[in-house]
């Protein structure tokens, strides 16, 4: 018969999320996250395979409380979903149950060659997130929600920025409040928000 392991297994994984979030992947060693996990090496290696995968199965637990893949899926319009996510990551960012920021915008930010694909994992997350964006301003410009003239591209991207933007500032100690005002103002950008720009902010270029 197997032997039972002799620990909470989501307890721990919640503990090396914890790990990589606040040091990052490269940063994190197996040393530190089974002194921080209360087990050995050889149980973590049982359990999790090796450091690159219980980095894998981290990310994916951290995902399933992603509030922008939630609010695209919930939010009636682009601008409503965007303002969601912008408010949202005002609050996750300077939350102090957890270090500050998101684990996908920071945690393989310096890492070696030979961490090369954990940094294009995260960037691939990243880029996919952009693109869902980018397909939502695209269907409302579509239905005639946004002006024509709009670039579903440069917007995403405008937000995307925006939004890492808000993670970086969150590590450098910026507030909750901080952090709200630049959701405020990044929001004046939204095609036709202001007076008199139907061509505004990020549409196209008429020329």
């Known amino acids: 018969m197997s032997r039972k392991r002799a620990f909470d297994r989501d307890a721990v994984l919640e503990i090396a999320l914890l790990e990589f979030w606040r040091h990052g992947y490269e940063a994190t060693s197996i040393a530190s996250l089974t002194a921080a996990m209360g087990i050995r090496p050889p149980s973590l290696y049982a359990a999790f395979g090796d450091k690159r995968h219980l980095f894998e199965e981290v990310v994916q637990r951290y995902r399933r409380h992603d509030f922008s893949a939630r609010a695209l899926a919930e939010e009636p319009t682009a601008r409503a979903a965007i303002a ?31 961490s090369a694909d954990v940094r294009e994992a995260m960037r691939g997350i990243r880029e996919g997130a952009k693109a869902a964006i980018a397909a939502f301003i695209a269907s409302d410009v579509a239905a005639g929600r946004l002006p024509e003239g709009t670039d579903p591209g440069a917007l995403a991207l405008f937000y995307a920025a925006t939004i890492q933007g808000m993670s970086d500032q969150a590590r450098d100690g910026a507030t909750r409040r901080d952090l709200e005002r630049v959701a405020e103002l990044a929001m004046l950008a939204w095609p036709g928000e202001r007076e008199g720009t139907p061509d505004g902010p990020l549409g196209r270029d008429p020329g």
């Open 84 to 114: 969601r996510m912008l408010r949202e990551a005002a609050i996750n960012y300077t939350d102090s149950r957890h270090p500050p920021g998101c684990l996908v915008f920071s945690a393989a930010v310096n890492v070696g060659p030979e």
